[in-house]
Nanobody, 122 residues
Framework: QVQLVESGGGLVQAGGSLRLSCAASGGTGSSYTMGWFRQAPGKEREFVAAMAGSGRTTTYKNSVKGRFTISRDNAKNTVDLQMNSLKPEDTAVYYC???????????????WGQGTQVTVSS
């Protein structure tokens, strides 16, 4: 059983940066694709970024390309999301997820964290 715990959310002004971290217990190692999703109030949860188990393949939501960077440390079972040049529209609860298949689709991810709030003020 994989358990995911996010940290690093908070309140930041537009243009600022935050780094989210996700710690995985249960030994994800390189066996799982790790993804970040987000859900804004009144909206559906959406894909943000994913990294394959090998770390060699990444995918980003178009609106975060060039601003967000996903990284992972398989030895430590952690995955991070560095978020720069934040905008008010990035405000959401951010979730870490793990899945066996490489995908941007929510249903392909089996394990989810509890989420961490990111609020970007204008």
């Amino acid at each position: 059983q994989v358990q995911l715990v996010e940290s690093g959310g908070g309140l930041v002004q537009a243009g600022g940066s935050l780094r989210l971290s996700c710690a995985a217990s249960g030994g994800t190692g390189s066996s799982y694709t790790m993804g970040w999703f987000r859900q804004a109030p009144g909206k559906e949860r959406e894909f943000v970024a994913a990294m394959a188990g090998s770390g060699r393949t990444t995918t980003y939501k178009n609106s975060v390309k060039g601003r967000f960077t996903i990284s992972r440390d398989n030895a430590k079972n952690t995955v991070d999301l560095q978020m720069n040049s934040l905008k008010p529209e990035d405000t959401a609860v951010y979730y870490c997820a793990a899945g066996r298949s490489y995908s941007t689709l929510l249903y392909q991810y089996t394990y989810w964290g509890q989420g961490t709030q990111v609020t970007v003020s204008s």
